[in-house]
């Protein structure tokens, strides 16, 4: 009997797309006997395109259906089936024909009654020489593996007949078997539809094929078929989607026995998987994870309808398409081979960075011989003391426990937010856990070089001359807000110079890959805990980098969250209290700081004695004002070549630069006039030697391309800014060879021994510790146990401006203590647990009053204490003179213990919120194989590109869509993690090794090769003529062409 076949097209949008399609069915060498469109659009352009085309049948709907309930609306006005001939041929506005496909589709067919299903070669839209999907199968575990996907078509795989499945799109299926199969599952929309549907129809006993002569043009808009866009987005979604039908189908396909296992099994998988993909670098689709759990596991009657249709059609048993799988073993080698070629193209496209090769080493090893040299006599100290030094906790487990929300071991103690600065203190204490305040020592030792290092890193984004990095690092490392960071103990300070360069270094690539921005996420973090001052002007930059970034703008978007959870409880606070701007305060110990002039800041001087300069002038016995001429001499070179960048190639990138320098300058600028902490009587300001660093950083951009715009001759310039700079960081840098400096080592205490003995039996040992001011005044406060640590330091106490009721009385009992009066002390030296009063040297206010005052109060409260018979004299130490207190009792009043549950709950929440997003920003930094062989198969695809800079600026991924990224959900974690790209290309068996079968038979797929998918743009770039140089990111070194004057300078 003669065929009869009906074409369904389902149009759901208008356009080009649609008009194509009609015209192509209208071209087909054997037309068919009907056309019923659906017209599920709401434009006017689709119903007046459909209408034009005079179709059979129009059949509008209200509402946008999915393809197979489009179809199953269409075959429902089709008369009842008469027989096996008469035939559905299912297409979408987005899939044209060509006009031969429907007569070879036919011809297939009508060769053997077995077949029911046969499916055209879908072709790229706008390249028919590109195979979009030929054939369709599935892992034992129920994985969906399109057999051929993205190649160029090349008759290579014309011979593959019996498949698993077809694609929906373009199928031509018996009407009857459409309707004993109730058509495609309602609850696969959009993916596995047509494998779901073929599936089902082997195990009624038909066949399926495909016809490598009937091609057909698809264009991808997710109507049959996924959606093809590059979109992020759409990506996202659809491996969600995919990851939805695959636990569909499992739940469907599953004895019944295990249904109800696999559905327990559902979300803690998804949680799970979850977690994998955040492992790998894929945190986007980590929603689409825990969706597609929860809606297969709370879909309803979705799994039971699925497994009546399998059920009252099926015929034969599993086994009967089980050749028709897949090996997961096959995939896994196909897999392995993708990465084995990836590695291949990778190695044959990047080179290293090079760091010993080009000088990095040397600098860095200069810088660490000026660094071991400036500190030689704190090597072998085990601690610090002098300046805002303190010690650590001895305990690693007691530095972390202060993190988040709790109590607050400061004088009377309070319950309040931890500074975020806490967190990058335990980890540096954890780094030499077995005696946590010798970090500090190596990082005075090491600051230099560190600083260098990152300098080199962050050069290396800008030139890949070797003289201009080692410029970069050597400038940097030399810079005077570090020198003076250093000798003025500011350990904070120190730190966020060194991060700084380390900070823009991984930013510039933070759009390339998740690991990287989840590295520029903790580096800022760390940054802004150790100097909440440059918070405006990172996030300023962090907003442009958003506005440049493109369709990446979510990596960029994420870094600020560590951060963000850091200082959240700790704003709150202060916002709580109206003191907005104190979020801004120094952490650690306040400091006061002399104002400097405008003109010395933009020197890079923060502390108004032009790093030493006055003070060698003066014993030179030189005018004052000399230093004021020489200092600005010696820096001058820097400053030209900074501003000289601005009259040279890389105009834009220099503009970059200063615009970062000027934003640091005004940081430091402000820093000076916001006085939010107080030190006993003096209210001191920010520090602004933070600002200066990102201002040195950026006036060191600067420099760095104009030199490299200047070409072989930048190596003087350069050596005579660096041979200045280093003579204008004498004076300060020697300050602790000289014994000028206020960082000294120490042995780790900080009160006399006396009171350390008793604080290791008895651990709430309290003393009250007395501190002559500049003024005449006093400051009071109590140090409990063996004393003060610097993470136990609070910028909520620094910055309180108003007295409680109980440092009120506190006030009052050390003011009575230091002058003879008639108050009886006792009672409340017992209700605050003090054992012992301490009188500390005298403070000093950076020279703005003399000492007088200071020492006259020290002598009165000296004598007042001697005459006071409360109190027994233990006599003088290098803390200051020592009374001691009988409190008659070893019990540790209430006033002086740490309450119990101290924070409660929102400790608690504090702590799982920073944990979860720190934790989960450390794992997505930590680099893994997988995310190299993904960004370099990436790399691989990009095109070279000349430039006239070779400048390390970061390159996006292509916008063409990634074949890779549409995902395979496995069934188990081996598989998993056995299979870690997101597609899979099936490896089968030599052709000699297919066996013969009958017509009827279940036939296994012919082989099809492996394939590595390459950009075919990537194919026509050839090797280019000039010199290549490398840029070097985080997880990836992209070859450039560079200019061939550039060629063979090694510095």
């Given at each position: 009997m003669y065929p009869r076949v009906t074409a369904i097209v389902v149009a759901q949008s208008g356009g080009p797309h649609l008009q194509r399609t009609l015209d192509a069915l209208a071209e087909q060498t054997r037309r068919p006997d009907a056309v019923i469109a659906v017209d599920c659009a709401t434009s006017d352009d689709a119903t007046r395109l459909l209408s034009e085309a005079q179709p059979t049948q129009l059949l509008s709907v209200p509402e946008k259906l999915a393809f197979g309930a489009a179809v199953a609306t269409a075959v429902r006005v089709l008369p009842p089936t008469s027989g096996p001939e008469q035939l559905l041929w299912l297409l979408a506005h987005d899939t044209a024909p060509e006009p031969e496909a429907l007569e070879a589709l036919l011809a297939a067919l009508e060769v053997s009654p077995s077949v029911a299903v046969v499916g055209p070669k879908l072709v790229d839209w706008d390249d028919p020489a590109l195979i979009r999907e030929f054939g369709e199968t599935m892992t034992p575990f129920g994985a969906s593996v399109p057999l051929v996907e993205n190649e160029l078509d090349q008759a290579q795989h014309d011979g593959i007949s019996d498949v698993l499945a077809v694609s929906s799109a373009g199928m031509l299926v018996r009407q009857a078997l459409w309707e004993r199969l109730d058509g495609f599952d309602p609850a696969l929309p959009t993916v596995d539809d047509g494998l779901d549907f073929c599936t089902r129809a082997r195990l009624a006993g038909f066949r399926v094929t495909l016809v490598a002569q009937a091609r057909v043009a698809i264009a991808g808009d997710g109507v049959a078929g996924p959606n093809l866009s590059p979109k992020w987005t759409v990506r996202r979604r659809l491996a969600g989607e995919r990851r939805r039908a695959q636990l569909h189908r499992r739940m469907a396909y599953a004895p019944g026995w295990a249904v109800f296992l696999h559905w327990l099994t559902l979300v803690p998988l998804g949680i799970l998987r979850g977690l994998l993909r955040l492992l790998r670098k894929e945190p986007g689709s980590i929603g689409g994870e825990l969706g597609a759990a929860f809606r297969v596991a709370f879909s309803g009657l979705a799994v039971s309808n699925a497994r009546r249709r399998l059920a009252s059609a099926r015929e034969v048993g599993w086994a009967a398409v089980a050749p028709l799988r897949v090996p997961s073993a096959a995939v896994r080698r196909a897999r392995a081979l993708k990465r084995e070629a990836a590695t291949v193209r990778q190695q044959g496209?990047?080179?290293?960075?090079?760091?010993?090769?080009?000088?990095?080493?040397?600098?860095?090893?200069?810088?660490?011989?000026?660094?071991?040299?400036?500190?030689?006599?704190?090597?072998?100290?085990?601690?610090?003391?002098?300046?805002?030094?303190?010690?650590?906790?001895?305990?690693?487990?007691?530095?972390?426990?202060?993190?988040?929300?709790?109590?607050?071991?400061?004088?009377?103690?309070?319950?309040?937010?931890?500074?975020?600065?806490?967190?990058?203190?335990?980890?540096?204490?954890?780094?030499?856990?077995?005696?946590?305040?010798?970090?500090?020592?190596?990082?005075?030792?090491?600051?230099?070089?560190?600083?260098?290092?990152?300098?080199?890193?962050?050069?290396?984004?800008?030139?890949?001359?070797?003289?201009?990095?080692?410029?970069?690092a050597l400038v940097y490392a030399l810079a005077p807000t570090l020198l003076v960071a250093l000798q003025g103990g500011r350990p904070a300070a120190v730190l966020a110079h060194v991060l700084l360069p380390w900070l823009f270094f991984a930013g510039l690539a933070a759009r390339r890959s998740w690991a990287a921005s989840a590295t520029t996420a903790l580096l800022a973090a760390a940054t802004v805990a150790c100097a909440p001052i440059l918070i405006p002007a990172l996030v300023i930059a962090w907003i442009a980098a958003i506005a440049f970034a493109g369709r990446r703008a979510a990596r960029i978007a994420f870094i600020p969250l560590p951060a963000v959870v850091l200082f959240a409880p700790l704003v709150w606070q202060q916002a709580s209290r109206g003191a907005w701007l104190s979020v801004f305060a120094d952490p650690g110990v306040p400091l006061d700081a002399r104002q400097a002039p405008a003109w010395q800041l933009a020197l890079g001087f923060p502390d108004g004695t032009l790093g030493g300069w006055h003070q060698l002038a003066k014993m030179l016995e030189l005018p004052e004002a000399s230093a004021n001429l020489i200092v600005p001499i010696l820096l001058a070179p820097l400053g030209i070549l900074?501003?000289?960048?601005?009259?040279?190639?890389?105009?834009?990138?220099?503009?970059?630069?200063?615009?970062?320098?000027?934003?640091?300058?005004?940081?430091?600028?402000?820093?000076?006039?916001?006085?939010?902490?107080?030190?006993?009587?003096?209210?001191?300001?920010?520090?602004?030697?933070?600002?200066?660093?990102?201002?040195?950083?950026?006036?060191?951009?600067?420099?760095?391309?104009?030199?490299?715009?200047?070409?072989?001759?930048?190596?003087?310039?350069?050596?005579?800014?660096?041979?200045?700079?280093?003579?204008?960081?004498?004076?300060?840098?020697?300050?602790?060879?000289?014994?000028?400096?206020?960082?000294?080592?120490?042995?780790?205490?900080?009160?006399?021994?006396?009171?350390?003995?008793?604080?290791?039996?008895?651990?709430?040992?309290?003393?009250?510790?007395?501190?002559?001011?500049?003024?005449?005044?006093?400051?009071?406060?109590?140090?409990?146990?063996?004393?003060?640590?610097?993470?136990?330091?609070?910028?909520?106490?620094?910055?309180?401006?108003?007295?409680?009721?109980?440092?009120?009385?506190?006030?009052?009992?050390?003011?009575?203590?230091?002058?003879?009066?008639?108050?009886?002390?006792?009672?409340?030296?017992?209700?605050?647990?003090?054992?012992?009063?301490?009188?500390?040297?005298?403070?000093?206010?950076?020279?703005?009053?003399?000492?007088?005052?200071?020492?006259?109060?020290?002598?009165?409260?000296?004598?007042?204490?001697?005459?006071?018979?409360?109190l027994a004299p233990v006599g003088a130490t290098t803390n200051g003179r020592l009374w001691a207190f009988d409190r008659g009792t070893a019990v540790v009043p209430p006033a002086a213990q740490i309450p119990a549950g101290a924070g409660g709950l929102w400790r608690m929440l504090v702590l799982i919120v920073q944990g979860v997003v720190i934790g989960a920003t450390l794992l997505m930094a930590i680099p893994t194989t997988r995310s190299a062989d993904r960004v370099s198969d990436l790399s691989a695809r990009r095109p070279h590109r000349r430039k006239e800079d070779a400048a390390v600026e970061p390159d996006d991924e292509p916008d063409e869509r990634d074949p890779a990224a549409d995902g395979v959900a496995d069934e188990s974690l081996d598989e998993y993690e056995a299979e870690p790209e997101d597609e899979a290309v099936v490896e089968s068996a030599e052709e000699d090794d297919v066996p013969e079968r009958e017509p009827d038979a279940v036939v296994q797929p012919e082989p099809v090769e492996p394939a590595i998918e390459e950009d075919r743009d990537a194919e026509r770039v050839t090797t280019p003529p000039a010199p290549t140089t490398l840029e070097d990111g985080l997880e990836e070194t992209i070859i450039r062409p560079r200019r061939t004057t550039d060629g063979g300078d090694r510095g």
């Open positions: 496209e990047r080179q290293d960075l090079d760091f010993f090769g080009t000088g990095g080493g040397w600098a860095v090893l200069a810088a660490l011989l000026v660094g071991v040299a400036l500190f030689f006599p704190l090597v072998g100290s085990g601690a610090l003391s002098g300046g805002g030094l303190l010690p650590l906790d001895a305990s690693v487990g007691q530095l972390w426990a202060n993190l988040g929300y709790g109590w607050r071991d400061v004088s009377l103690g309070f319950t309040g937010a931890a500074d975020p600065f806490s967190a990058v203190l335990a980890v540096l204490g954890t780094l030499t856990f077995w005696q946590p305040s010798l970090s500090l020592v190596l990082l005075w030792v090491l600051a230099l070089p560190l600083a260098a290092l990152g300098a080199w890193l962050a050069a290396a984004r800008l030139t890949t001359r070797p003289t201009l990095r080692a410029f970069g900074a501003i000289l960048a601005l009259f040279l190639r890389g105009t834009v990138r220099a503009i970059v630069a200063l615009l970062v320098a000027l934003a640091g300058f005004l940081t430091a600028v402000t820093a000076l006039h916001l006085q939010v902490a107080v030190s006993g009587g003096t209210v001191v300001p920010i520090w602004a030697g933070s600002g200066l660093s990102l201002y040195w950083l950026g006036l060191i951009g600067a420099a760095v391309l104009a030199l490299s715009a200047i070409g072989r001759a930048a190596v003087y310039p350069a050596w005579v800014a660096i041979v200045t700079l280093a003579v204008a960081a004498v004076p300060i840098g020697i300050a602790t060879l000289n014994g000028n400096a206020v960082v000294q080592e120490s042995d780790g205490r900080t009160m006399p021994a006396v009171v350390t003995a008793k604080a290791a039996t008895q651990p709430r040992t309290g003393t009250l510790r007395i501190v002559p001011q500049p003024d005449g005044g006093i400051r009071a406060d109590i140090v409990r146990g063996s004393g003060q640590t610097l993470e136990d330091q609070s910028t909520l106490a620094d910055t309180e401006r108003s007295l409680t009721a109980a440092q009120r009385n506190l006030a009052l009992l050390a003011g009575n203590l230091s002058s003879r009066s008639g108050y009886d002390a006792s009672p409340q030296l017992k209700r605050l647990g003090i054992d012992f009063v301490l009188l500390a040297p005298p403070a000093t206010a950076l020279g703005k009053q003399d000492a007088s005052a200071a020492d006259a109060t020290r002598s009165r409260a000296s004598i007042a204490m001697d005459a006071n018979p409360l």
